[in-house]
């Protein structure tokens, strides 16, 4: 079993920056796929970006490419999620999750096993 926790959202203007964190419990998380998304009101959850359980690999949705790094600290069961240059369509709730058998459909919320609550984030213009 493993328990995620976001941290970090809130309210930036356009342009501003952000990083979220996700902490998860359990001695396995250097085993399993760490990914974001996002879910705004009314819309279906999309794929933000995920990271290879050693960190060596990223994916990045074309939406956020060149805007967003995803990154892991595994010796902190930590991952990151700093975004830039945000711009009000970003406004979303923003989710982490962890999956054990995820690659290579890193995209698909199917695909993973644990989910965290998902902090705000809000972009005003």
């Known amino acids: 079993q493993v328990q995620l926790v976001e941290f970090g959202g809130g309210l930036v203007q356009a342009g501003g920056s952000l990083t979220l964190s996700c902490v998860a419990s359990g001695r396995t998380f250097s085993s399993y796929t760490m990914g974001w998304f996002r879910q705004a009101p009314g819309k279906e959850r999309e794929f933000v970006a995920a990271i290879s359980p050693s960190g060596g690999r990223t994916y990045d949705a074309d939406s956020v490419k060149g805007r967003f790094t995803i990154s892991r600290d595994n010796a902190k069961n930590t991952v990151f999620l700093q975004m830039s240059s945000l711009k009000p369509e970003d406004t979303a709730v923003y989710f982490c999750?962890?999956?054990?058998?995820?690659?290579?459909?890193?995209?698909?919320?199917?695909?993973?096993?644990?989910w965290g609550q998902g902090t705000q984030v809000t972009v005003s213009s």
């Open positions: 999750a962890a999956g054990a058998d995820t690659l290579p459909y890193y995209y698909s919320p199917a695909r993973y096993d644990y």
